[in-house]
């Protein structure tokens, strides 16, 4: 073997060969980028359908306090009493910290892997242009959504931020927080970020599982834009409704 001039005088050890003995079928599965990418289209799925109920939800805030604050309740009682308090709302939230745990390292992952192929350039400026367009969207709005993620749960789950927080009040806890404008701008912001992330997602969801019959590309293209604009438009109400006075304490 030969030693470089770093290695003289060192003992060189042998480089392990790499075991080519399979592993368990999904451990092997995500070891491709085609296993990569189904791992971000299932945990996008299951975060798709969090964001859905969870501006579903809020939306009871319409109803007045009392309805919002029970719905939070409700949520910490649910399958009770087959499963005590909160058990239930614990294993949801433990699936959701499992799914965009995952779809972060999957969307990093991907990201390494893309790079590095980069090598090899797209056939067509085009199809380099719209690729290169989309993944830079998806980063971008993902960094943002993430560290809305992280400062929302501060605001409204662990203390508040500005105001008297205040637990198991969440309409409250809302209106007080969405009332300062500069909590409601990054709410605003966020949201309008979460809305690239969702309709880009949406799409390339059916891509990444093999969903692309050509004659359900303006189906595709239609849900995308539906879902996206259902979301974005119902949780930009809610900093909207309450600068404007429509929900207030
Ligand atoms: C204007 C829009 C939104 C409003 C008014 C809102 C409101 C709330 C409230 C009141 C809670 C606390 C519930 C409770 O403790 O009972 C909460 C928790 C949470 N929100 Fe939001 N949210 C909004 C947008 C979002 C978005 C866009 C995401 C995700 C991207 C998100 C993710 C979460 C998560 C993960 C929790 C913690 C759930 C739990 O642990 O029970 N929220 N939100």
Same mark, same amino acid.
């Not at 239609?222 to 809610?238: D, E, K, P």
């Given at each position: 073997?030969?030693? /470089?001039?770093?290695?003289?005088?060192?003992? &060189?050890?042998?480089?392990?060969?790499?075991?080519?003995?399979?592993?368990?079928?999904?451990?092997?599965?995500?070891?491709?980028? &085609?296993?990569?990418?189904?791992?971000?289209?299932? /945990?996008?799925?299951?975060?798709? $359908? +969090?964001? +859905?109920? =969870?501006?579903?939800?809020?939306?009871?805030?319409?109803?007045?306090?009392?309805?919002?604050? =029970?719905?939070?309740? !409700?949520?910490?009682?649910?399958?009770?009493?087959?499963?005590?308090?909160?058990?239930?709302? !614990?294993?949801?939230?433990?699936?959701?910290?499992?799914?965009?745990?995952?779809?972060? @390292?999957?969307?990093?992952?991907?990201?390494?892997?893309?790079?590095?192929?980069?090598?090899?350039?797209?056939?067509?400026?085009?199809?380099?242009?719209?690729?290169?367009?989309?993944?830079?969207?998806?980063?971008?709005?993902?960094?943002?959504?993430?560290?809305?993620?992280?400062?929302?749960? %501060?605001?409204?789950?662990? /203390?508040?931020?500005?105001? =008297?927080?205040?637990?198991?009040?969440?309409?409250?806890?809302?209106?007080?927080? @969405? $009332?300062?404008? !500069?909590?409601?701008?990054?709410?605003?912001?966020?949201? @309008?970020? @979460?809305? +690239?992330?969702?309709?880009?997602?949406?799409?390339?969801? %059916?891509?990444?599982?093999? !969903?692309?019959?050509?004659? %359900?590309?303006?189906?595709?293209? $239609?849900?995308?834009?539906? +879902?996206?604009?259902?979301?974005?438009?119902?949780?930009?109400?809610?900093?909207?409704?309450?600068?404007? $006075?429509?929900?207030?304490?």
């Amino acid at each position: 073997m030969a030693a /470089t001039t770093a290695d003289r005088g060192s003992t &060189v050890r042998p480089i392990k060969p790499r075991s080519n003995r399979p592993g368990p079928f999904l451990v092997d599965l995500y070891r491709s980028s &085609v296993g990569k990418k189904y791992v971000m289209a299932l /945990t996008g799925l299951a975060i798709l $359908g +969090f964001v +859905f109920f =969870h501006m579903l939800g809020n939306l009871k805030m319409y109803l007045g306090a009392e309805d919002f604050n =029970h719905y939070g309740e !409700w949520l910490r009682e649910l399958l009770v009493p087959f499963v005590p308090r909160t058990v239930a709302l !614990w294993l949801l939230r433990v699936g959701l910290i499992g799914a965009v745990g995952l779809h972060v @390292l999957s969307a990093y992952q991907l990201t390494v892997i893309n790079r590095k192929a980069r090598a090899t350039k797209y056939q067509g400026r085009r199809d380099y242009l719209a690729a290169n367009y989309a993944s830079r969207t998806m980063r971008w709005s993902g960094v943002i959504v993430g560290l809305f993620l992280v400062w929302h749960l %501060f605001d409204l789950t662990f /203390t508040g931020t500005g105001y =008297h927080y205040v637990r198991g009040l969440p309409y409250e806890n809302v209106a007080l927080s @969405l $009332g300062r404008a !500069w909590n409601a701008v990054i709410y605003i912001v966020a949201n @309008l970020a @979460l809305g +690239f992330h969702l309709f880009h997602g949406t799409w390339s969801l %059916f891509q990444s599982m093999g !969903w692309n019959n050509p004659r %359900f590309n303006a189906w595709r293209r $239609g849900f995308a834009a539906a +879902f996206t604009a259902l979301v974005v438009i119902g949780n930009l109400s809610f900093p909207i409704a309450v600068l404007t $006075g429509v929900v207030s304490t």
